[in-house]
């Protein structure tokens, strides 16, 4: 499973700091990636790291101002946001498939074979 956390309130132009940390899929051979909805809105993919070697992807909307990152030995992801808007605002779930491609995986999440119960992200001043 995939557990999600860090998301929160957060002013205009801040930062967080999203961790998805997973017990059973393996960071080693699953793909991990963000992928957001906001309220009446399809969920889209935000940015995805490849299981195989570690190639990330980032959807233009946030190409510039979201880091991922993996640690390994944690079997965690990590998702830095920075000059957060309000068009980011939204449930981040964090999701999982196999050796997949960061860029395929985000760009079909319907085919995730692991999701988390995601996580609140709300930038308002």
């Known amino acids: 499973q995939l557990v999600e956390s860090g998301g929160g309130l957060v002013q205009p132009g801040g930062s967080l700091r999203l961790s998805c940390e997973a017990s059973?899929?393996?960071?080693?051979?699953?793909?991990i990636g963000w992928f957001r909805q906001a309220p009446g809105k399809e969920r889209e993919g935000v940015s995805c790291i490849g299981s195989l070697d570690g190639s990330t992807y980032y959807s233009n909307s946030v190409k510039d101002r979201f880091t991922i990152s993996r640690d390994n030995a944690k079997n965690t992801v990590y998702l830095q946001m920075n000059s957060l808007t309000p068009d980011d605002a939204g449930v981040y779930y964090c999701g999982a498939e196999y050796r997949q491609t960061a860029q395929i995986m985000c760009e079909i999440w319907q085919r995730n074979d692991y999701w988390g119960q995601g996580t609140q992200v709300t930038v308002s001043s």
């Open positions: 059973g899929p393996s960071v080693d051979y699953y793909s």
